[in-house]
Structures are given as structure tokens and as C-alpha cells.
């Protein structure tokens, strides 16, 4: 099989699998840091218990977070070598921040936080669990810093056949690092309000430690509505203007527009793309409604697929399906999170099977938008490894051979599946359980 | 001193930070696996646990860093050393989850089943690194493109199986010092029992590792004997060495446990010195192996990341000594325990 394919599909993989985890982390830290800080400066016993059962939750995840992220510090090397030598003097810088101002951080803190609980005063351990939110987050920064990076690369000059720092700042406040930032921040908070609002709900139809799930929901919802709406506006416009501004090829594939048209660009609703021809099926779409979104004006022209190169086009169907489901994903988040909120104020929720219902079993939708936000970002970059400097074809380890490189995917996939089924079946145990402290018996944990 | 020196020497830190701290916790791991009794054994990973976390960072922050410092270093070596790195990742994987999941079923077969992870995912990392070591400094088939031309059989040669051997032994020993600090009664005494002998077993492969090292690795002695950060390390090395049984005898643990780490810094104190200033030299020809000019990035970011590391690191050593205090003493189960 072709190595750089292969490459890819073990990054993919490796990637997604690592991306489950860190979202559901960074959310839950900073829902747990409101937890804890009502539960302590109010003294309230349903607050603590709130921190208390989520920060289990929140263990398991870091646990699995960190067991398949130490693979991603080191993937570069071992997979992208000639990517590592070509951006090195650039990316690592990032990715060493990481671990100097927030892994430390994040894992130093996690430990008191969990285990210090009757060690520590209140305070301090309210501050670790802070820390815990502060060190998750900025580890999500220096990522994205590093990823925003390989999109819409800045403060560097290429000499000596790679690419050298020239502006640190640059380098790191490129055109797409902000708003990359807070929409991928953001997008964890609905993911923790989606995941606790869900865990609620799963107590209120069983009639479970009702006064527990009663408070977590309005926690959850208050955050998840707030989240989800500004997930759309301003994040998520803002950051589809900014790769309509910096990345027009991949505009163009994600929002479908493959064939220059007079006047605006109109906003496709509905469609199934086809590669070859680069053709949509079906379309629903609002003419000139893209162009005024992206530059306020109905009649703004926007560069369509085919007046790029052919070989410098992203793949059509995977970008425009993972994105339009994304968002359709996204404006769901709002709708779930309104009617709760509405239902929630009306005093009608806690009967409302229904809403409990669909708010259970969304707990992962979250998650799918996230994946789908990361393909179409990824996938929306290709053939360029870095954007119009370096691709993804030259970017691959040479002296790996591909067996090598299968070995690993298979390896991977088989040790990812076992650990995605046990993560699965820990934290439905833990909800199963309940909120309860549990005795403990002699011999177990 | 120029930046790619000055660089050289805080990887070199960082190494030795990662060596000391997740040092132990491999030793403890192995030592798990000649732990039958349920309660020691959660003792063994309740002794770790709050801390573990944050000592894998060091190797986190170190592979970072090298990256960003040395990136065809970090290039060569890691797509080269292809297959065990990946050895070294599912270990370090299994061994970061089986902590949290082991507690959490109770069944005899799942406990165990975690146990092996535990024990396996550290004895391998403890192994390997010493192997990896040994393939440095033994110099690895590098061409004159910068490419690695050897494979994973090439790897496993004997001299750098020694080295992973001793590094194995040596982990194990300081995990021993360690626990020590950390358990009660029985357990203690049996913990206590493993630490003299595995200081033998250190001994005498250090001994014969750089016996072996002389025939396998004769330029690292080339004029080293004239270099007084030779002497010093060497010196630190000695007392380290013949500190640990004294100490471990009159049960000063703490004590016994900065002389083991002391050992562990000299080591790799006295490795980089010989290596300086090559990185990873080539076995095919010298003029081909990656040294801290020709494998390093631009002064402008070797600057920016001395920056970030000053800025940084002060404030990393201070709230990891704060956490460290806190979770001082005797390990004592409670509702928060694995």
C-alpha cells in the first residue's frame, strides 16, 4: 500500500481517537470549576457532590487523554520526518510551550485535585481545580497554535530548504489562531454541558438522585445554551469568513461552490456533492446569501473549485458532507438547548420525557460535530500539509517502510477499540452507580 | 557558551528530570509485579498516583523540546528507532490507563489483568530507554543524506540490549528506594530486602556495561580524562553509588532517594559529556553524525525557546516541589484512592 496513505490513515486514526478525550476534559473542567466554586464559597452539599462524581468522570477521560496524546507528541517524528525537519524550527516551539506552560500544569494540578481533597484547604483545592481548567485550556491554545499554523502559516521565511522563524509572534498569532481558538474552545464547553445535561437526564427518567440531576441540568443548560449560541455566532461565522479570506480552496469545497457563476455566491442548503465531475445532486440553496454573510454584500464574488489548480483542490465530498453536518449538528445544539432552557424556566422540564429523552441520547452528538469540525479543517487543508508551502506527500517519513507503518495502524486500531470500549463501559458504570459516595469494600477500590 | 550548547544542556536536564521522576514510577511498576497482596498492591500505585501524571510531562516537554531545538534529531531518530518507539507507545499507553481502570470493577481477573499492565507497561519503557541509549551511543548507520539505513532487528545488538539491562536495573532499584519512603510493616521489609540486591546487580553491569562500552564505544573515551565536567560527574557518580546502602541501612529513605537520583544524574551527566558535541553519531562515518550545529534550529528560535523555558520551568519546579510536599509520607488509602 502507498506510505503516505497509510501515514495518513494512522494520523487519522490516531488523531480522532486522541480527540475524543481532550474536549470532554477541557468542558468538564471548567463546568467542575463552577461546581466548586458554588459548592464551596456557598457551602452547598449538592454543588460538592456535583464536583465530586464528575471529577471521576473527569479522571477517566484525562487518564485516556493523556495515554493517547503522548503518541501525538512524538508522531511527527516518527511519521512525518520530512515535515518535522522542514517546519521544526517553527512547530516544535509550540509544542514545547505546550508542555512547559500547560501539561505541567494541567497534570501537576490533577493530582491534588483528585487526590488531595482531604489534604489541602478548600481553597487550595478549589485552586487546583481551577488549574486543572487553566492548564487544559492553554494546552488547547499552544495545539491550536500549531495547527492554525499549518493553515494559514505567518512570521516565517523559507531558507536553507525549510521553513525559518522570522517573527515569533507572527508565527503564533497567524490569521486563523484566535477564532480557531475560541470556536474550538467553545465547542468543548457544549460537549461537557451536553454530557452532564445527558447524565442528568438519565437520573430524572429514572427517577434517580433527583436533587443531584436537577442541579446539574440547570448548571448544564445554562452553559450549553450560552455555548451553543455563540458557538454559531460570532465563532462560527467569524471562523468560516476567515478561511473564506485566508483559504478560498477550501471555501469553495466546504460551502460547494464549484463553478464560477455571475454575481454572488449563494448559500447552499442541502446538496450531494460527487467528486468526479465536481458536481452537486439535489440542491436547496438561498441565492446570495454566502456572499453577503462572508463580505455583506449580495453581489460579493467568491472563487468557486474550478478556478484553482486541479491539483491543489481538497477532496469535494468529505469536506462539503462533514462541514454542512456539522453545522446542521450545531444548530441542533441550540434548538435542544433553548427548548430545555424554555422548559426549564417554565418548571416543565423535569416531566418532559420527551426533551429528557432526546437530551440523553445527544450526549454524543457533541462529539460527532467536533470530529466533523476536524475533518473538514484537516481534509479542507489537503493536498497541502502546510498551506501552499509544503505537501502532504513530502511530508512523510522516507526510511519507515509502509509495512512498518501497517503494523502500527493495526496495532493502533486494535488497542483503541479495546480502550474506547473499556473508557465506554467505565463511565456507564459510574453513572450507573450514581452520584453516592460508595462504601468501600475490603479489597477493592 | 553559544544557544545550541546552552540547549543541549537543558535537553540534558530535561532528560534527567524525566529519568528521575518517572524513574521511580517504572521501578514501581516492575516492583508490582512481585506484588501479590491486594492491599500492597494498592499501596504501590496509591504511591504514584497523584504524581505520575505530571512526571510523564518531563518526557512530554523533553520530546518537545528536542523538536523545536533539534528537530532532525528528533527526526531521524524517532522515524529510525520506527518499530520500538511504537513498543515504547502501546506500553506507555497500557501503563497510563491501567491505573485508573484497575479499581474500577470489582472482579479478581480484571484487577490482575490491569496488574500485567501496569508491571509490563513499565518494565518495557524502563528496558527500552536503555536500549535506545545504547544505540546512541554505540552510533547508528546515518548516510551522508541524514538518513537512518539500519531497522528494528538492528536495534536489538547486544551491547545495546546491556545497556537496556542496566537502565531496567537501575530504575528498579530507585523505584525500591522510593516505595520504601512510602510503604509500612511487611511490605516495607520486603521492599527494603530488594533494594541491596539490585544495587549489586547495578554494580556490577555498570561495571561491565562500561567494560563493554570501551570496545563497542571506544571514541567516548577519546579526551574525556582531560575534561574536568568528566571528573566532577564521575565523582558525583562514586558517592552517589556507595551513599545508596549506607543510607538504605540506617533507613534514611529520603536520603538514600538523593543518592539514587544523584546516581541517575551523573549517568547521564557523564554520557553527555562524552557524547558532546555530537548528538547521535554515525556509525557509518563521523563527519555524518547529528551534532548540535549541524541537527538544530535557527539562534532566533533556540532564543524564543530559552525564553519560554526561563519564563516556564521556575514556575514548573516551584508548584511541583508545593505538590510534592503535600502528598509527603506514608501512603494512606481513603475514599480518593485507586
Known sequence: MDAVLLARLQFALTIMFHFIFPPITIGLAWLLVIAETIGWRKNSEVYKKIGKFFAKILAVTFAVGVATGIVMEFQFGTNWSEYSKFVGDIFGAPLAAEGVFAFFLESGFLGLYLFGRNKVSKGVHWFSGLMVAVGSTLSAFWILVANSWQQTPAGFIVQNGRAELANFWDAVFNPSMWIRFFHTLDSTLIMGAFLMAGIAAYYLLKKQHTEFAKTSMKLAVIVGLIASVLELFPFGHEHARQVA??????????????????????MVLFAVPTDQPPE????????????WLVFGDVNARIQSINEFPKDEIPPLFLTFVSFHNMVVLGMFF????????????????????????????????PMVAIQLGWITAEVGRQPWIVYHLLKTKDAVSVTVPAQEVLISIILFGLIYLFLGALYLYIVIGKVKNGPEPLTIKEGTV | MDLNI???????????????????????GVLHLFTKDENERRININSIAPVWDGNEVWLLTAGGALFAAFPIVYATVFSGFYLAFMLLLFALIFRAVSMEFRGKVDSHKWRNLWDWAFGIGSLLPALLYGVAIGNILKGIPINSDGFFTGNFISLLNPYSIFVGVLSLTLFTMHGSIYLSMKSEGEHRVRIKSYTPKLWIAFVVLYVLVSLYSFFEANYLFASILSNPLFWVFFILLITGIIYIPVAVNSEKFGRAFIASSTTIASMIGLMSVSLFPNMVPSSIDTAYSLTI???????????????????????????????YKIFKGKVVLNEDSY
Open chain 1, 245 to 266: 479570506l485566508t483559504q478560498p480552496e477550501k471555501f469553495a469545497a466546504i460551502e460547494g461552490l464549484y463553478a464560477t457563476e455571475e454575481g454572488g455566491a449563494a
Open chain 2, 293 to 323: 550545529y549541524n541537527a538544530s534550529s535557527t539562534p532566533r528560535t533556540l532564543e524564543t525557546m530559552l525564553i519560554i523555558a526561563l519564563l516556564g520551568m521556575p514556575l514548573v519546579i516551584g508548584y511541583t516541589i508545593f505538590i
Open chain 2, 6 to 28: 546552552i540547549w543541549f544542556l537543558l535537553i540534558a536536564v530535561l532528560i534527567i528530570g524525566y529519568a528521575i521522576l518517572d524513574g521511580f514510577d517504572l521501578g514501581v
Open chain 1, 334 to 365: 441550540i434548538f435542544v438547548m433553548m427548548w430545555a432552557a424554555w422548559s426549564l424556566y417554565k418548571n416543565k422540564l423535569w416531566e418532559n420525557r420527551l426533551l429528557l429523552k432526546i437530551l440523553l441520547w445527544s450526549i454524543p452528538l
Open chain 1, 280 to 291: 452537486l445532486h439535489g440542491t436547496i440553496e438561498v441565492p446570495g446569501l454566502l456572499s
